[in-house]
């Protein structure tokens, strides 16, 4: 089916262990988007891209890793999680200005 | 620095009434501004947009309308159902084109059955 995709919906982990965070769309959008979000903070920016290979910093960067080598795929890595980085995570997708979002992923690091 | 924000926190509204989510925002370079809708454990939802060229644009019972002089956008639901019950938020766009959209906080509406 067409849309955005994110996997794991759930997913623990302990700290300082590697997490990865898959987000998939079908629309060929150029841009995507990763977020966090937490109470108190609504919808914190981590990364953005506006094509495949390109990529830029957003609100909150620090301790994630994005990569998109294709224009459907756009995973975030946790290097090293921690237990400030527990959250609900949501990919978006965009062909220009309006954001589409996936389902989200609920981290826990314990 | 700019922001985007909301006026009320929480909203409840009997169903069947209108319900009218205000947002301020403080960037006037601004030029795009969109609603979205989040329900419980899902992710956000797009409603309406609308571009700084227009002053109301409207949706199936949802309205958006943007005022400029006060920088300020709401968004109008007609006939509110149980359904409506949500997070809303508000964003807008910086006017840099193609920018990350900058979101409110977001706005609770609880409809009364």
């Known amino acids: 089916d067409a849309g955005i995709t994110q996997s794991p919906r759930y997913k623990i982990t302990e700290t300082g262990r590697q997490v990865t965070l898959m987000c998939h769309q079908t629309?060929?959008?150029?841009?995507m988007f990763w977020y966090r979000q937490d109470l108190g903070h609504g919808l914190r920016l981590i990364y953005y891209s506006a094509a495949a290979d390109i990529t830029d910093k957003g609100e909150v960067p620090d301790g994630y890793v994005v990569s998109r080598s294709k224009t459907e795929n756009f995973p975030l890595t946790l290097e090293s999680a921690t237990r400030s980085q527990t959250s609900v995570y949501f990919c978006?997708?965009?062909?220009?200005?309006?954001?589409?979002f996936g389902p989200g992923t609920r981290l826990t690091v314990t | 620095g700019e922001s985007v924000g909301l006026h009320l926190p929480t909203l409840s509204v009997q169903e069947g009434d209108n319900s009218i989510i205000n947002c301020a925002y403080s960037n006037s370079a601004s030029d795009y501004f969109i609603w979205y809708k989040q329900e419980s454990g899902k992710g956000p939802q797009f409603i309406i947009d609308?571009?700084?060229?227009?002053d109301k644009r409207q949706g199936q019972r949802v309205t958006v309308l943007l005022n400029k002089t006060v920088k300020h956008l709401s968004l109008q639901i007609a006939a509110t159902q149980p359904g409506d019950s949500a997070v809303y938020f508000c964003?807008?766009?910086?006017?840099?084109?193609?920018?990350?959209?900058?979101f409110g906080k977001g706005t609770r509406l609880s409809v009364i059955a």
């Open positions: 629309w060929s959008h150029s841009y």
């Open positions: 978006a997708s965009s062909p220009m200005d309006e954001q589409y």
């Open positions: 964003a807008e766009n910086g006017a840099r084109g193609n920018t990350p959209l900058v």
């Open positions: 609308i571009r700084s060229n227009m």
